[in-house]
């Protein structure tokens, strides 16, 4: 099938810039990995522009295979790296972040599913720059309330979790070892866990869902109590990737924020280029923090 041609609101800038060239040297010099780089995402230069990075732990290396992924799989055959939550750590005290995101790939050759390399990462983050507002975006940890409570009991800010896309594309989309109610009940137990805990998760469009599915989806997020909704156009990474069946219209996205602040989500971030971690600390601090 040929590719369908990019639409004009669809446009990436080119990574340029002094702040830009300042995170991308310090994330070098720790030796860490980033979601921006691995996932091949479309805001590395505004993100990184602004002196924001989503910084990936436990390596490079995902063992799980989503069909709309860009990051590596493979199986990393139990390695971790224990230096890593220091070296995180410090890279964002020399960035001076104000916001955070720490994400990793999915390990489910890990007892605890990497569990306890977030808690301590959060733990250092908090040690060393004690304002900075830390926000997880987690694997589903495969719904082990243990590996959720280390997470949640570190001193995060916010629990991200992403169920990706409605429920009858799920296995279509997403690695079988996934699951769309899975990913609600990871959400939910992060809300039992800490109802002080801002939680939020994150949908794409354009691989041929329904409205109707998409309002559904976001009515079950709703349902376990989830406070923040992303919604971005899916993005075809590479050729062997999933298809881009549909690029929405800025107006849909729009349309969707709007139901979903009815819903009665904190805040709506709906537009083509929005992710999961795009001007995460942004959103937050103004619009849940500071109610703006």
């Known amino acids: 099938m040929k590719p369908l041609r990019k639409p004009p609101w669809i446009k990436v800038k080119l990574p340029a810039g002094e702040t830009y060239s300042r995170v991308r040297s310090i994330i070098r010099k720790y030796r860490l990995h980033t979601v921006c780089d691995e996932a091949l995402c479309p805001n590395i230069s505004e993100c990184w522009g602004s002196g924001t990075a989503t910084i990936m732990l436990l390596g490079d290396i995902c063992t799980r295979a989503c069909k709309f992924c860009a990051v590596k799989t493979g199986n990393p055959r139990g390695y971790v790296d224990w230096d890593e939550p220091r070296r995180v750590a410090e890279a964002v005290r020399e960035l001076n972040l104000d916001y955070v995101v720490l994400t990793s790939v999915t390990r489910d050759d890990l007892e605890d599913g990497g569990a306890s390399v977030y808690a301590e990462t959060v733990r250092l983050i908090k040690e060393k720059s004690p304002d900075t507002i830390v926000e997880v975006l987690i694997p589903d940890f495969n719904n082990d309330t243990n590996a959720l409570k280390m997470v949640v009991k570190s001193g995060v800010d916010v629990v991200a979790h992403n169920i990706e896309t409605v429920e009858r594309l799920t296995p279509k989309v997403r690695d079988p070892r996934a699951g769309y109610w899975k990913s609600l009940r990871t959400l939910e137990i992060v809300k039992d866990l800490s109802d002080e805990i801002y939680t939020k998760s994150s949908i794409m469009l354009g691989l041929g869902e329904r409205d109707d599915e998409v309002i559904k989806a976001m009515e079950d997020l709703r349902s376990v109590g989830v406070d923040i909704l992303t919604i971005g156009q899916y993005l075809q990474p590479t050729r062997h990737h999933l298809p881009v069946v549909e690029y929405v219209?800025?107006?849909?996205?729009?349309?969707?924020?709007?139901?979903?602040?009815?819903?009665?989500?904190?805040?709506?971030?709906?537009?083509?280029?929005?992710?999961?971690?795009?001007?995460?600390?942004?959103?937050?601090?103004?619009h849940v923090l500071h109610k703006v």
Do not use: C, N
């Open 249 to 286: 219209t800025p107006e849909k996205f729009r349309w969707f924020k709007e139901i979903g602040e009815r819903l009665g989500f904190l805040y709506v971030a709906s537009a083509p280029l929005v992710r999961s971690s795009y001007k995460a600390g942004e959103y937050f601090i103004k």
